[in-house]
């Protein structure tokens, strides 16, 4: 009951598995990733150097960050377009959130 979250999440392991643990993983020049964080995370530089090969074939990542109130400078470095929905109030939340998550 006395459990608390206070960010400073480490992107490496989820990043990991989506390189080389799914069965295409992000290796379709198609692929996009949605990353839905606090905002405060870190990535090792052996994972972010490989999806920077990622990115240049086509990878777009996405990060929404809620519940946090800033974002990480790792995040900024992954993300291709990061959103701040704490930042947002009414329809400026929709429109961003819209522009990310799909239908």
């Not at 459990?3 to 799914?22: C, K, M, N, Q, S």
Request: aromatic share 4%.
């Amino acid at each position: 009951a006395s459990y608390g979250v206070h960010g400073g999440t480490d992107f490496g392991p989820v990043l990991r598995l989506a390189i080389e643990g799914l069965p295409a993983g992000i290796a379709d020049a198609r692929a996009d990733l949605v990353m839905v964080t606090d905002g405060m995370a870190s990535c090792d530089d052996a994972t972010m150097d490989k999806l920077i090969g990622f990115k240049k074939q086509g990878l777009r990542i996405w990060g929404l960050a809620l519940n946090g109130g800033s974002i990480s400078p790792a995040m900024k470095a992954i993300c291709d377009k990061t959103i701040d929905l704490d930042r947002l109030a009414g329809n400026a939340k929709d429109e961003a959130a819209a522009e990310v998550l799909p239908g």
